[in-house]
């Protein structure tokens, strides 16, 4: 038993124990894997017959062409540049600040987890509800500071802004508990020997915490960046199943949907799939490049 | 007297920004108790002068919200208890069992799990138009049966179950299945509640699926009926509210029980991989 | 049960050629101790024994009829292993009752049978605690009680002992023997301490890297070692051991020439190091000097120093007197001639 080799009869057990998920993993993930890449090139597609009778690149010209899409990829990235540094960065402190009280911390982590149990539609919901134009919270509180209100939801300028409100608001919790795990596998002797060596409590952050929350930071960053890519729950919540004024939160998820639910254009839908996991995937890689090299850098333990 | 400073400098930090999490939550809920008149009226009141409890008892009725709940439960129920099925079964495999080819399709399948699945929304949703499953339970339901991920989580616990234990019970006269159900499970019941809980979490709140595989109304899960009477009741935000409420709050109550296992198989799942 | 290993071969994953060629033989009701350094294949032995791991080539023969193929399951051995193996999330008596439970005894059956095995071994007051709220001698009488529940033909022990305190220790050790006896059951278990062995075992068995290197009782392994190993491996303190070459010039004509020629090494146990001769039959007299005396429990152990060796004695009374030249004798009982390969080829104490 110890020392058994694979046979055919024991190979043949264990695909009946693997065949459940094989099965549903093969219909319903790899087969749809090639078969989207495939179906980013048929150019004469239908879909009732599922026949093809054309292949071509002409997906990714019209996708070049399209003034939405440059929108979409517009947006996206906005939203991408700015949602997924602020999130780090704010679950970083609020993990930091977490970590160092005594009392509390489990109710405050309790609080800031609460936003990702909750259905995404739901909330965005009740923050659309917050950004009214005249019957908001936010802008009663904001006129309290003497600032004008402002149609959060209806002009261009602002609608981009309350998405990402929303995504960060809700984002931060995970990601704060990612960090609280990965502060809690520091292990407390490294604290304990530079105090004993006299280092200040700023010098154990840039010398201990840093370094060694490396391999934390870059997780949190790539799950921040997948995840922000891809939305288009919020979007369908807060602008009640629109993209926004003059479609300004038009991201290239929604993009996806509306080419393939809405105007039936799989194909389509489909290239556009292929160039959002291509993003994902480019800023991914160099996310992790940038980090591991600094890693080296700060001296911080490989990835 | 730093030291306490910089206490006090933290403890107010934590709490403003608490207060912003919160904010949504408490606002939801003070506007799902007035009249309408009372909840656009300027300046705003943080009570309703009489708590309108009838608010839930008007959006309850003002559409199928009972038959949302039970589509959410099925749904959730069956994939969630499906999942941990297959994917016991094959984290069993990898772990116990000995057969060819097993270093080779666990990397394909760890490789899999970076694959997102909004790429796979349009064949999966022509997969299944031919199958002529749009629109039936089945669609929302086969598709999410497998998840690597969850597999994966397991095959760690049980990874790290001792060997011996596997041997003893050889040795008392367990078969594998009877190993697998009788010790292997219940001895790893807090990962195994882990990972269902974020299942749960998942399924419960899925959205995009269901808004795409359904039409008809009776087949709405939770978040997707509450977007359909979004439009249906325009600007009655109390009653929406109540009705956001009806959604959040199963959620709500299993998180603050299960706690404990949610933040441990968060941490566990992404860190230990 | 009578349990034979033949021709043993075994070679699995980056381990080559654990067993070259064991043979060996269990009888029935005895217990066996297999005693060796770790590494020295006591617990693959008993992992073949047990089903666990199946041999390259050889035969394993369960009284005369061959299991090598059979599966654990079919085998009817108990186990105990050096973590216990306990199921954590059941109850001592659902563990105990766990191997009824799978023969598909009816539930009262099996939980009036789990009641009189755990009476057996002493644990009937904790039957309703989980093995995490027990202690460590605890987990092990409840962990043989589940191993003795299948009625097994032989029950196998993986170092029962090695987790426990010194005074648990005895006392299990002593239980061991008891249940061992009260059962009548064939028992084979694995330890790397000799007191363990020397203790109970009716019969011990000193492996070493792979090879059986003596099979006897307690006795036989102390006063007639077959090779360096064994010698040096059972007894405390350690047998002293001294090439040959330093000590020739002092021995008596007592051992034949054409042995001495054959040595290389002598070993002398710490017991023939004495002061005085006693009316015994002596090999050498040997100036050396006392360097320092410990008292270890009821023994003084008095460091010598020879030459470039260093011995011990545990025959020299209290001296005030160290650093001191002195003449000693060595006993020929508890002396044994070593040749190149380590074989004894001559003792003391069988010519007296």
New interface residues.
């Given amino acids: 038993m110890i020392n058994a080799k694979p046979t055919l009869k024991s190979t043949f057990k264990a695909l009946l124990y693997l065949a459940p998920l094989l099965i549903i993993t093969l219909v319903f993930t790899i087969w749809p894997l090639i078969s989207s890449f495939l179906m980013s090139f048929y150019t004469k597609y239908n879909y009732f017959t599922n026949k093809v009778s054309a292949l071509g690149g002409a997906n990714f010209v019209y996708l070049w062409h399209d003034p939405d899409f440059h929108l979409a990829v517009r947006n996206t990235l906005i939203f991408v540049v700015i949602v997924v540094p602020v999130t780090v960065l704010l679950s970083l402190g609020i993990a930091l600040l977490l970590n160092r009280i005594n009392r509390l911390a489990s109710f405050f982590r309790t609080i800031y987890f609460l936003p990702f149990v909750t259905s995404t539609v739901a909330i965005a919901l009740v923050w659309n509800w917050i950004f009214h134009y005249n019957h908001g919270l936010l802008n009663q509180l904001l006129s309290c500071f003497g600032v004008h209100p402002i149609d959060w939801l209806n002009n261009p300028r602002y609608s981009l802004i309350a998405l990402i409100i929303v995504c960060i608001w809700r984002e931060l919790g995970f990601n704060i508990i990612l960090f609280l795990a990965g502060l809690n596998n520091i292990d407390r002797r490294y604290y304990r020997a530079a105090s004993v060596d006299g280092a200040s409590s700023k010098q154990q952050l840039t010398n201990i915490t840093w370094p060694l929350l490396t391999s934390t930071i870059v997780l949190v960053t790539v799950n921040a960046i997948i995840t922000s890519f891809k939305v288009f729950d919020q979007v369908f919540a807060l602008f009640h199943g629109t993209a926004g004024p003059a479609n300004a939160d038009l991201t290239m998820m929604y993009y996806l949907y509306q080419k393939f639910y809405v105007e039936n254009q799989y194909t389509v839908a489909a290239a556009s799939g292929i160039v959002l996991f291509g993003f994902i995937a480019i800023v991914t890689i160099l996310a992790c490049w940038y980090f591991r090299r600094h890693a080296k850098l700060l001296g911080g333990n490989q990835l | 007297m730093k030291k306490a400073c910089k206490?006090i400098i933290?403890?107010t930090?934590?709490s403003l920004?608490?207060a912003?999490?919160?904010?949504?939550?408490i606002?939801?809920l003070v506007?799902s108790l007035k009249t309408p008149a009372e909840?656009?009226v300027?300046?705003?009141m943080w009570l309703p002068k009489t708590l309108q409890w009838t608010n839930y008892v008007q959006a309850w009725h003002a559409a199928p919200f009972a038959r949302y709940y039970l589509n959410s439960l099925l749904v959730t129920s069956v994939t969630t208890l499906g999942q941990l099925?297959?994917?016991i079964?094959?984290a069993?495999?990898f772990t116990h069992?000995?057969?060819?080819g097993?270093r080779t399709?666990f990397a394909v399948?760890i490789a899999?799990m970076m694959?997102?699945g909004?790429?796979?929304?349009?064949?999966?949703?022509?997969?299944l138009?031919?199958l002529h499953w749009i629109d039936t339970y089945a669609a929302l339901i086969?598709?999410w049966?497998?998840s690597?991920f969850t597999?994966f989580v397991l095959r760690q616990a049980f990874q790290a179950q001792?060997r011996?234990?596997y041997?003893?019970?050889?040795?008392?006269?367990?078969?594998?299945w009877?190993y697998l159900w009788?010790?292997l499970v219940?001895?790893n019941?807090t990962t195994i509640t882990a990972v269902a809980v974020l299942q749960i979490?998942g399924s419960?709140?899925s959205?995009?699926w269901p808004?795409?595989v359904t039409n008809s109304d009776r087949l709405r899960t939770?978040?997707v009926g509450?977007?359909a009477f979004?439009?249906e009741v325009g600007t009655n935000?109390p009653l929406?509210?109540a009705a956001?409420l009806f959604?959040?709050l199963p959620?709500?109550v299993?998180?603050?029980l299960l706690?404990k296992y949610?933040?441990a198989g968060?941490?566990k799942a992404?860190?230990k991989g | 049960m009578q349990v034979k290993l033949q021709d043993i071969k075994l070679t699995y994953e980056k381990h080559h050629n654990i067993f070259e060629r064991l043979n060996c033989t269990f009888n029935d009701g005895e217990l066996v101790a297999l005693l060796g350094p770790s590494g020295s294949g006591k617990t693959t032995m008993l992992n073949l024994i047990a089903g666990l791991l199946t041999p390259t080539t050889g035969k394993i023969l369960f009284n005369e009829s061959d299991v090598t193929k059979q599966d654990v399951r079919a085998r009817n051995i108990g186990m105990v292993f050096q973590d216990y193996a306990l199921y954590p999330h059941l109850s001592v008596l659902d563990n105990i009752a766990f191997p009824f439970k799978m023969a598909h005894v009816k539930k009262s059956a099996r939980r009036k049978q789990a009641q009189k095995l755990a009476k057996l071994v002493h644990v009937e007051t904790q039957l309703a605690k989980l093995p995490r709220e027990l202690s460590g001698g605890q987990q092990q009488r409840v962990a043989i009680a589940r191993a003795l529940a299948k009625d097994p033909a032989i029950l196998l022990l993986d170092e029962p002992l090695s987790n426990l305190d010194a005074t648990l220790r005895i006392e299990l050790r002593d239980e061991i023997r008891r249940i061992q006896q009260t059962t009548g059951v064939t028992t084979v278990f694995v330890t790397h301490d000799q007191s363990d062995a020397l203790q109970i075992a009716d019969k011990i068995i000193v492996l070493a890297n792979g090879q059986i290197q003596q099979i006897g009782t307690g006795t036989e392994l102390y006063h007639h070692p077959h090779n360096l190993f064994v010698a040096q491996f059972v007894g405390t303190p350690k047998i002293n051991l001294i090439p040959i070459a330093e000590f020739k010039p002092y021995i008596t004509p007592t051992i034949p020439d054409d042995i001495l020629v054959k040595a290389t090494t002598i070993g002398i146990r710490s017991e023939a190091v004495s002061l005085n001769s006693i009316e015994q039959p002596v090999i050498a007299k040997i100036p050396a000097i006392i360097e320092k005396q410990n008292q270890f429990g009821r023994e003084i152990r008095t460091h010598i120093c020879f030459q470039t060796s260093q011995l011990i004695s545990t025959a020299i009374s209290e001296t005030t007197a160290s650093s001191q030249a002195i003449s000693v004798y060595v006993l020929a009982k508890g002396c044994y001639l070593f040749n190149r390969d380590g074989e004894c080829i001559w003792a003391g104490d069988e010519h007296d």
């Fill in positions: 206490n933290s403890y930090l934590l920004g608490a912003v999490m919160l904010l949504p939550f606002w939801m506007t909840a656009i300027i300046p705003k099925f297959t994917s079964l094959a069993f495999a069992l000995q057969f060819y097993r399709l399948l899999l694959v997102p909004e790429l796979l929304l349009i064949p999966n949703f022509v997969t138009a031919h086969v598709p049966l497998a690597i597999m001792p011996s234990t041997y003893a019970a050889r040795i008392d006269g367990a078969n594998d009877q009788h010790i219940p001895a019941r979490i419960w709140n959205f995009m808004l795409i939770l978040p509450l977007t979004t439009s935000y929406l509210m956001t959604v959040i959620l709500l299993l998180y603050l706690q949610i933040i968060i941490t992404d860190l």
